[in-house]
């Protein structure tokens, strides 16, 4: 399997071919998790902390930005497929049912989103893929890069 | 003995709780957000209040529910802490219940070990929901699974193994747990100890298909040795199946239990026990989505002949229609009309409105 670490600089060296695109939204992981591509189904599964290891056992730290974003809006949609209000239920019932310690980490910023997934091992969240800078890795979905047709979170 | 300590021990607990309530958001704030190996702390409160009328025998008028408070720590990557201390509201004063007290390690996603006490993890809703009323659409738990319900063994006291697959297309997860069974007022656990040598044992696994996101398939067993006072002792065997689709448009919830009974020492004596309930609820497209109308049907029988429920009473028919109202992200209000029989003694109709909330920084 071909593996592919972008960084913001890899993508301007490559070129306005490979420049990110704007209105699409990047998963990013930090940097030294051993994941390069994530499936649909697999993203998902993370994100609703069913899945809440990495294959290196390093724990998944979720990082989700704060209510009334875009990008909260639109993994909503996409990932989740919840309301707001669904979203909340759905953490305060798995915090509930004891199947997770702790409910995602919020952030408020793109700044921010970039800040702490470059200083927490094993942290995953979500940015418009226009703003990724470097220190972060960029997860191919269902094998797509957010510049790239088919990629399914645009 | 034991029984004379429990209150004791759970006013401490709730105590402890209710003090490490001011710290939490301290411990919050202060632990590195950045640094995963630090304890965190979150505290979640539930409640509700109802108020209930009825054409039977029983008080009508306002009732507060239960205060649920739960202290859940993270103690580092792997190792987690939860407990759940309620609170009832009962004739003449509260009673103060030690729900759950569990301990985890996780090794991976395959397998996390625990021991403590659990909502034991057989059918749908008892850990789906349990103490949490706003988490439920409805008003009230399914009959089934009261509180206090003798259908279902509700707590279990013990060690658990758990874990899933999450990476398979079916999202395969399971929970096996070997620990005390029934006490001998058979609606608790056994809290202090078996009140035998013959430990219970449970088997959960379910499935949620990630294909039909939102499905979710269960079955469950569980078996025990009962000990009663002044009675033989009973051989109890349990077997569960449930479908939820937990999306709200629509929520579909089914579970079926079939229990079978015998005399440890003679065999002949021996009855078996049906419940099944099956709900229905919308979430509709209007008013920012905050109406969910809803309706179960339920029913459990008993055989006369069954030597641990038989003469307990508990068959029951019942019909709920009801709606919730979100107005609030944290808080719902329901309106319940129900028509149900108890143990075939005739028909009654009520109506049930509660209000049910959570405590959370969610």
Known sequence: ?????????????????????????????????????????DLRSIFLANQQYWPDRTRITLLVRAPKSDERDFVLDSIYQMTEAQFRQYWIAKMFRAEVPRGPKIVFSTDMTLDLVVAIPGSISFIRSDEAAEGVKIVRIDGKLPSEAGYPLK | MMRSAYPRLTGLLCLLMYSMGSFASDLISQSSAEDNSQPEFQIIGFGDMSYVSSDAARPDGFAIGQGVAHLIGSLGDSLSFFSEVS????????????????LKYDFSDALKLSAGRYHTPIGYWNSSFHHGAWLQSTVSRPEMVKFGSKIVPIHFVGVLLEGSVPSSRLGFEYKAGFGNGRHDNIARA??????????????????????????????????????????????????????????????????????????????????????????????????????????????????????????????????????????????????????????????????????????TKM
């Open chain 1, 1 to 41: 399997m071909a593996i592919c670490v972008v960084s913001l600089t890899t993508a301007a060296q490559a070129g306005s071919q490979e420049s990110l695109a704007p209105g699409a939204i990047a998963i990013v992981v930090h940097k030294d998790t051993q994941v390069d591509n994530l499936s649909m189904a």
């Open chain 2, 190 to 359: 056994g809290d202090a100890g078996d009140t035998n040598q013959n430990k219970a044992w449970v088997l959960q696994f379910n499935s949620r298909p990630h294909d039909l996101y939102g499905l979710n398939l269960g079955l469950g067993f569980y078996s025990d040795e009962v000990a009663l006072v002044d009675s033989p002792s009973v051989k109890e065997n349990i077997a569960s199946a449930y479908v939820a689709w937990s999306k709200e448009t629509p929520e579909v919830i089914v579970e079926y239990q079939h229990s079978s009974h015998e005399l440890v020492n003679d065999s002949s004596v021996s009855g078996d026990v049906d419940a099944w309930y099956a709900q229905l609820a919308y979430r509709l497209p209007l008013d920012d989505n905050k109406w969910k109308p809803y309706a179960r049907l339920e029913q459990t029988r008993v055989d006369e002949s069954d030597p641990l429920l038989g003469a307990e009473g508990l068959d029951y028919d019942g019909a709920i229609l009801g709606v919730r109202w979100d107005f609030h992200h944290y808080a719902a209000l329901k309106a319940e009309y129900r028509n149900e029989e108890f143990n075939n003694l005739g028909r009654e109709s009520g109506f049930r409105l509660q209000i049910a909330f959570v405590l």
């Open chain 2, 87 to 102: 609170a009832t509201a009962k004739d003449s004063n509260y009673a103060f219940e030690v729900e759950r007290f569990i």
